[in-house]
């Protein structure tokens, strides 16, 4: 019996306007065995020029770049035909404006201090489609949620209102920072059904991603706490 055909490495754009950075992402993304970086850009024009020229699956974009900032190259990489995912990183303190670059539609944000082992498992979450929410980012939004208005979280609540009672639970422990399977291990459901859940919940209201559900859990104020005891 023939095996099964190996699959290609996810390929990967790294975008940074330090080139030293840009050299240290390379080396180290390309010591994981299922990924190849397979272009670097200096700056936000380039990496979408690069993404025209040859089809990457993950942009791992710099933040705060002059210029073309990551917020913004994001938006245009998403506007492409086949656009990638976006990976976005800071070496600074997340401020409010982070909030607008995961509105943008990245499928994440994390710090420049993370970990060689966790940079590998961020990148294959958001290859696998599932996104990530940084802890940092979550106090984040945890702040928000304490400054916003009355008509943010009133917006934020009748948005939920078009989601399932399943639906709902399972995107409040999504805005608690969960991963699909931490989730399936809380509510005792499969892996599968979680991802069924979080692809409807994010159909429903029009979104992009997790990070961007995570944002409406918090303005809407759905707490975690019931489902993750249980209730």
Not at 88 to 116: I, N, V, Y
Not at 124 to 144: F, P
Request: aromatic letters at 2%; charged letters at 25%; glycine letters at 10%.
């Amino acid at each position: 019996m023939t095996p099964p055909a190996a699959r290609p490495p996810v390929r990967v754009l790294v975008v940074d306007d330090q080139p030293l950075m840009r050299c240290g992402l390379r080396g180290l993304i390309d010591t994981f065995p299922d990924f190849e970086t397979v272009a670097e850009a200096a700056s936000g024009a380039e990496a979408v020029d690069r993404c025209r020229e040859l089809r990457a699956d993950i942009a791992v974009v710099d933040l705060r770049m002059p210029g073309m900032d990551g917020a913004e190259c994001t938006a245009r990489l998403l506007e492409l035909p086949e656009p990638p995912k976006v990976l976005l990183l800071t070496g600074f303190p997340l401020d409010g404006r982070t909030l607008g670059s995961l509105a943008s539609g990245a499928a994440g944000l994390l710090g420049k201090d993370l970990r060689p082992a966790e940079l590998a498992a961020v990148l294959r979450s958001v290859a696998a489609g599932t996104g990530v929410v940084s802890s940092d980012v979550l106090s984040l939004l945890l702040t928000r949620q304490e400054e916003s208005t009355g008509m943010g979280q009133q917006r934020a609540r009748e948005l939920l209102t078009r989601l399932s009672a399943s639906e709902q639970r399972v995107l409040a422990l999504v805005g608690s920072g969960m991963t699909n399977d931490q989730i399936a291990d809380r509510l005792g459901l499969s892996g599968a059904s979680v991802k069924t859940y979080v692809s409807r919940a994010l159909a429903k209201l029009g979104l992009e991603n997790r990070t961007q559900a995570a944002l409406i859990v918090f303005e809407a104020g759905l707490s975690a706490e019931p489902w993750e005891s249980g209730g």
